[in-house]
């Protein structure tokens, strides 16, 4: 019998999915913790955190996985999205996600990855949903 799991037991359990992934690989930085990624950093990082859960016979819930993109320079040295990699990280996540199969959960991307600019820290934040259940009984 599975017991319920609390909020960082989850995020847990999805930061070590995600580590043992090839998403881990392609990041060209480090993956985190929700609060452990170094605020000035500037690095390709991903973070992880739990972000709502409900208790039952199923445990379901979110999980975030922000990845961010360093910005780049355009001719005129102006910091614009480095289009092509955060297209490369948004599809892989996506086809991961789409393919994994975990013994103790069933993921599922309800929304497309999508991103959005950081103009204040010169980076790109690709935004993920991971929708997940897992069985208690």
């Known amino acids: 019998m599975n ?26 930085g480090t993956l985190y913790r929700k609060g452990m990624r170094p605020r000035n950093a500037k690095t390709e990082d991903a973070v992880v955190a739990f972000l709502s859960g409900l208790d039952g016979q199923f445990q379901t819930g979110v999980v975030l996985l922000n990845i961010y993109v360093p910005m780049t320079q ?11 990699r955060v297209e490369t990280l948004e599809a892989a996540v996506k086809d991961f996600f789409d393919e994994c199969s975990e013994v103790n959960y069933l993921f599922e991307l309800r929304e497309t990855p999508y991103s959005e600019d950081l103009d204040e820290i010169e980076q790109t934040r690709i935004n993920v949903r991971i929708h997940y259940t897992r069985t208690t009984f």
């Open 3 to 28: 017991e319920i799991k609390t909020e960082k037991q989850i995020e847990k359990d999805i930061f070590r999915i995600i580590k043992a992934s090839p998403i881990n690989t392609m990041i060209g």
């Open 74 to 84: 355009n001719a005129s040295s102006d910091k614009i999205t480095d289009i092509s």
